[in-house]
């Protein structure tokens, strides 16, 4: 059986065309084919220049400082806070006893605070400063105003600012503002010194890139990068919560310190972590710069903030809440209670209303109309939207300045008297108070909707759809009338503890 020899041969090319396809596939330089090497260029692709973040870095990193912050306190002789004193009877070893020796440095440099140095106990008398806490801050002026967190300067008398060159200086202590947790320090010299700008975070957005300078764990200057991972986050520290949430590591040391946008601008100040072991975990809150640049101006110009004060607890408003008052959505701030001295009580605002806005702008919550009213000067008068009997309501008000111990509104705590009577589609039993003002609540059905909602025996129910109640007849003309009106809900103003809120309770439709 013969071959064609051109068939062989156009196999061999066919082959040898395969073999350089291959070859450069997986960028091999040449591959032998029988006696004579068949030669293949690698493939190379040129990578895409990413976007860096050393040009920003160059042009901030030169304001941004750490600040050292010292307190007086007594000799470590006087102190007698060692984690290990009067315990094991290593108080009576001599002094110069290497497990006391140990334990009494174990006991100093173990027991630390996030961000603060070891805790002592203050004394009279024989005090000099000692280290207390180290955090970040930011130059906001060549002249040397500069801001960090409250947190960080608390219970500092001396303070001390190093640069990134290692240049350190003195500074003073300008005002603090303990409810944004914010601080401005100052330092006096003829130097002057690189600074940054806010950023108008409004323009911020949800996977922005920020890069984070500060000085964490006392390295010096570190950098860290990431992205916006939320905005308006509510985490509890105080009643003006509005944070950016950013994933750049931010740990011990960077409080104060900035989180600039690719323009060099700050749009946070690093303030907390979430974290269950202290380090970070990519889950970082940041003062938004719009809140930051308005208490600094303030606290630059009088070391204080003063804040419009309008005198009421409020709570969020529920899709029930909203269903109960005829609302079409559930924003706006429920006034739980107007304390007796206050602005909005002195105007008319009582509990029961639903603030919709400020100078016509809306107030979507309860922490957004805080913010509202303490952005304006105390003294001020402002223009109160409220919802109330079903329609809305504008109330000017001027404004007070916040005091200085929170105030509430006074209820009296009556007793439960006999004779209850039961309001069985609501799950309640309840009789009227002493005072004949509402009434006490003796049980809840622990499968019903009160109980859901936190009503609890010995709760006092005030008003029904604001209409006030002294018998269980009112309760239940007040349910009638709310069916008539085709709500499906009907809202309850209960007293527990001196303290007001409102409950939404559904109607049985059934």
Request: hydrophobic fraction near 40%.
């Amino acid at each position: 059986m013969s071959t064609n020899p051109l068939s062989r041969s156009r196999k061999r090319l066919l082959t040898a065309a395969a073999s350089v396809a291959l070859a450069g596939a997986i960028g091999l330089g040449a591959i032998t084919s029988g006696t004579a090497p068949v030669y293949a260029e690698a493939v190379r692709v040129e990578a895409p220049q990413a976007t860096g973040f050393a040009d920003v870095v160059a042009q901030v990193s030169p304001a941004v400082v750490s600040v050292q912050v010292k307190a007086s306190i007594a000799p470590a002789s006087d102190r007698g806070d060692s984690p290990f004193s009067d315990q094991q009877g290593f108080d009576n070893l001599p002094d110069n006893h290497p497990l006391k020796r140990f334990f009494r440095q174990f006991g100093e440099d173990g027991n630390r605070d996030q961000n603060r140095g070891p805790r002592y106990n203050r004394r009279d008398g024989n005090q000099k400063p000692r280290p207390v806490a180290q955090g970040s801050g930011f130059f906001i002026s060549e002249d040397g105003y500069l801001v960090t967190n409250n947190h960080v300067v608390a219970d500092g008398s001396a303070y001390t600012v190093v640069t990134g060159d290692g240049k350190e200086y003195d500074a003073k202590l300008i005002g603090t503002d303990p409810r944004t947790d914010l601080a401005v320090l100052k330092v006096d010299t003829d130097t002057k010194f690189t600074y940054v700008g806010f950023a108008d975070d409004a323009k911020v957005r949800v996977g922005d890139w920020v890069v984070a300078v500060g000085n964490p764990f006392g390295l010096g200057g570190t950098v860290t990068a990431g992205i916006v991972s939320a905005r308006g986050r509510d985490i509890g520290a105080g009643p003006y919560d509005d944070f950016l949430q950013i994933d750049a590591a931010v740990n011990r040391g960077n409080s104060g310190g900035p989180a600039f946008n690719l323009n060099g601008e700050v749009v946070g100040i690093n303030t907390a972590i979430f974290s269950p072991s202290g380090g970070n975990v990519g889950i970082a809150f940041a003062i938004p710069a719009s809140t930051a640049k308005q208490v600094v101006q303030d606290l630059m110009k009088s070391g204080s903030v003063q804040r419009g004060w309008l005198g009421v607890e409020i709570q969020p408003v529920t899709t029930d809440i909203a269903e109960s008052l005829g609302l079409k959505s559930e924003k706006g701030a429920l006034v739980a209670s107007a304390q007796d001295t206050g602005p909005a009580k002195k105007a008319g605002i009582a509990a029961g209303d639903i603030i919709t806005q400020v100078n016509g702008q809306d107030v979507a919550s309860p922490k957004e109309l805080s913010r509202l009213i303490a952005g304006i000067t105390p003294g001020k008068s402002v223009d109160i939207t409220v919802w109330r009997n079903g329609k809305a309501e504008t109330i000017k008000v001027g404004l007070g300045e916040i005091p200085g111990a929170d105030k509430q509104a006074s209820a009296a705590q009556p007793a439960s008297p006999s004779e209850p009577s039961s309001l069985a589609d609501l799950g309640l039993t309840v009789t009227q108070s002493e005072d004949g003002k509402g009434l006490v609540v003796t049980d809840v059905d622990p499968s019903s909707d009160a109980a859901d909602r936190g009503v609890q025996a010995g709760d006092v129910i005030t008003t029904v759809n604001a209409v006030e109640v002294k018998s269980a007849a009112d309760v239940t003309k007040a349910l009638d009338q709310a069916e008539k009106a085709g709500r499906k809900a009907v809202l309850f103003q209960i007293s527990r503890d001196d303290a007001n809120r409102f409950v939404a309770l559904p109607l049985n439709q059934g």
